[in-house]
Structures are given as structure tokens and as C-alpha cells.
């Protein structure tokens, strides 16, 4: 019997509580994103130039895997990839499944297209309600913190509202994870200093950034992600019945237009710090800006209240 066929036979022993379900299900939401390394936008539509820009997994995404990963790894169980985007979205699957994940979703369809972060989340949670219906409620749902496209770090906590499930954002670390209890403990980076918050299962993470490093896949690990089957769902596969709320249609935001920065014509400027001391250099620093911002000078007077 085919991998398929094995998948469903397991799901069906699972319903039917003849096979028991798995420690743990996390299910991690990624993006595939252009390179930005190598984006560009024309110069007459203003508009992001896709075509010939190599695309990847959205870099925060990765952070929010290797923790599911790990956390697999600890107290075992299962974690599920899921993605929303058009066909060619199903190479950054493949990638995810060669790091290690165990399953890969890829929810595509031509409704979708156009999706604010509205929309997009709407679309995603209905898909991991599908895939806590198929493959078993997910306990943890992981996002990065915001995409590199978009950077509106809106998704996930649409999601987290959506599922009705306790939001834990900018998650630098995981503390403790009681499978038990249902309880997990993490640190949260906020303005000031670290928060450590405690809450019940199930729940959604967005990870911060530079909080692990993504492990490099086994040579197994390529050979069956190459082979390994990709459940793909339209928005009919994936129970959305309200189209309105999809795509351009279910989008109340529309970006207008996407530019370049323009460059700055002034050079840097240089100060000889030879024999000065700090009090002199930030003098000669502040006397400086002030010559080239005189405004500026009024502006902190009167916030100061001088």
C-alpha cells in the first residue's frame, strides 16, 4: 500500500479509537516569500517585480519550525506544515518536510488570490480546523512573528482569533511545556525587559527571530520529502463555504502602491575624534545636527517645555 493509503488507514484506526493519537500535534503555518535580497520594483507600475526572483521560506517562518521540531523531538508526536499560496508553494513544503517536518498542507486555490491579512487568516484557520478534523487537533500553532513581504505581523494572532486560542506573541523562548496539565510556560519579549507567561493548551506562538537555529536535514530525511506526498485543498477541500470572505473579495485593505527608498545623495560625514574627549565630541555631534536640522532645535525646546 502506497503512502497514501497508509495515511488514510491510520486516520480511519484513529476515529475509530482503535490506534491512539499522537502525544503531540503542532501544526506551523509558512509563507513563501520573494527573495528580498534580490527584489525589485518597476520603475513605471511601481509594483514588486516576481518574475525570475527566486523565492523562500519566509526566514521568521523557520525560527517558528525548528521550535516545533524540538518540541516533537522531546515529547514526540507529529508536526504538520501548512502553507497558502499557488502551486509553486509546494517547493517550500518540500523543504520544511526535508527539515524534518511530517506532513505537508498546501491550500491553494483561485479564490485566495489577492488575500489581505484579513482574508489570509480567515483562510488558514478554516484549513487547521480541517486538519485538526483529518489528522488530529493540533495542541500548539506556530507562525513567525511577521513576514518579510508583508511585515504586518497580523496573521497569526487573526488566526489565534479565529480558533478562539490563547495568543502568546513574540515568544523568544519556551520554558516548559506539561502535556499533563495542558499548561506551557514562555518568555515573551515586550517593551522593558521579558515576560514569562504561563497558559493552557491549545494555543498559537508566534516565535521572534534569532531564538534557534534551523538544523540542517538528514540525507533520509531529503529522500522522503522528495517522495512524500503533499495533501492538497482547495477552499471546497478545506470546508470554506463563504467565498465572499476569500481573496480580493474578503480583502477590505489593497496596497496601492510599492516603491524604492530613494537614495541619499549626502555622503556620511566624518569627525576627527583625535585628542577630544566624549563631553567635546557630542558638542561638536549635536552642534552639527543642529545646523543641518535648525527646526529641530525649536521642536525638542518645546517638547522639553523650555
Not at 72 to 78: I, K, L, P, S
Not at 121 to 135: N, P, R, V, W
Not at 270 to 294: F, N, V, W, Y
Request: proline residues 4%; contains cysteine.
Amino acid at each position: 500500500m502506497n503512502d497514501a493509503g497508509n495515511e488514510v488507514n491510520r486516520q480511519a484506526r484513529i476515529r475509530t479509537g482503535s490506534l491512539e493519537k499522537s502525544p503531540m500535534h503542532i501544526v506551523i503555518c509558512i509563507k513563501q516569500v520573494p527573495d528580498s535580497a534580490q527584489i525589485r520594483v518597476h520603475p513605471v507600475t511601481n509594483t514588486i517585480m516576481r518574475q525570475g526572483v527566486p523565492t523562500i521560506i519566509n526566514p521568521y517562518d523557520l525560527f517558528a519550525l525548528e521550535e516545533a521540531l524540538k518540541l516533537r523531538d522531546v515529547h514526540g508526536g507529529e508536526v504538520t506544515v501548512l502553507t497558502m499560496g499557488p502551486p509553486m508553494a509546494e517547493d517550500s513544503l518540500r523543504k520544511a518536510l526535508g527539515y524534518g517536518a511530517d506532513r505537508a498542507v498546501l491550500l491553494t486555490d483561485r479564490y485566495f488570490a489577492g488575500s489581505d491579512t484579513l482574508a489570509t487568516s480567515f483562510a488558514l484557520s478554516q484549513a487547521i480546523a480541517k486538519i485538526g478534523e483529518t489528522f488530529g487537533r493540533p495542541d500548539i500553532v506556530f507562525t513567525g512573528k511577521q513576514t518579510i513581504d508583508g511585515d504586518t505581523a497580523q496573521v497569526g494572532p487573526g488566526i489565534a482569533k479565529r480558533l478562539n486560542l490563547s495568543q502568546l506573541t513574540y515568544v523568544a523562548k519556551i520554558a516548559s511545556i506539561d502535556l499533563k496539565t495542558r499548561e506551557i510556560e514562555v518568555a515573551r519579549r515586550a517593551e522593558g525587559g521579558t515576560q514569562l507567561l504561563k497558559s493552557r493548551l491549545p494555543c498559537l506562538i508566534t516565535m521572534l527571530e534569532d531564538t534557534n537555529e534551523i538544523r540542517r536535514g538528514s540525507l533520509q530525511q531529503a529522500l522522503c520529502a522528495a517522495r512524500s506526498q503533499v495533501v492538497k485543498w482547495t477552499a471546497a477541500d478545506a470546508g470554506i463555504d463563504d467565498l465572499t470572505r476569500c481573496g480580493l473579495r474578503g480583502s477590505p485593505t489593497v496596497v496601492k502602491r510599492v516603491f524604492a527608498p530613494t537614495a541619499r545623495a549626502e555622503s556620511a560625514a566624518q569627525i576627527d575624534t583625535a585628542e577630544k574627549g566624549l563631553q567635546d565630541i557630542a558638542d561638536e555631534l549635536i552642534a552639527d545636527i543642529l545646523t543641518r536640522r535648525p527646526a529641530l532645535e525649536h521642536e525638542l525646546a518645546f517638547n522639553s517645555g523650555t
